[in-house]
Nanobody
Framework: QVQLVESGGGLVQPGGSLRLSCVASGSIFAVMGWYRQGPGNQRELVAAITHYGTTKYADSVPGRFTVSRDNTKNAVYLQMTSLKPEDTAVYYC????????????WGQGTQVTVSS
């Protein structure tokens, strides 16, 4: 049984930082990444990384967010800096055996709120 377990969300002030973690069990994935869904919005890619370290970022986050992966732990991380109120969303860990746009398994989601 595949499980993706996220941690690290919370409330942070604008300009602050957070680090999200996701550990997968039950399968090895070619691509792991982070997606977010804000109020009234569709779920969208934030950042993804392949097993070999190739990364893909949404246009709104390069330079502020960094995705990384530890294949020995079957884990993916998202370091978020210079957070803005518009980054507020539920962040989901997603995993795919093929492509970042073809997610087969999702975590339960973790809330990130950026507010003063």
């Amino acid at each position: 049984q595949v499980q993706l377990v996220e941690s690290g969300g919370g409330l942070v002030q604008p300009g602050g930082s957070l680090r999200l973690s996701c550990v997968a069990s039950g399968s090895i994935f070619a691509v792991m990444g982070w997606y977010r869904q804000g109020p009234g919005n569709q779920r969208e890619l934030v950042a993804a990384i392949t097993h070999y370290g190739t990364t893909k970022y949404a246009d709104s986050v390069p330079g502020r967010f960094t995705v990384s992966r530890d294949n020995t732990k079957n884990a993916v991380y998202l370091q978020m800096t210079s957070l803005k109120p518009e980054d507020t969303a539920v962040y989901y860990c997603g995993a795919s055996h093929s492509h970042w746009a073809a997610v087969s398994d999702w975590g339960q989601g973790t809330q990130v709120t950026v507010s003063s």
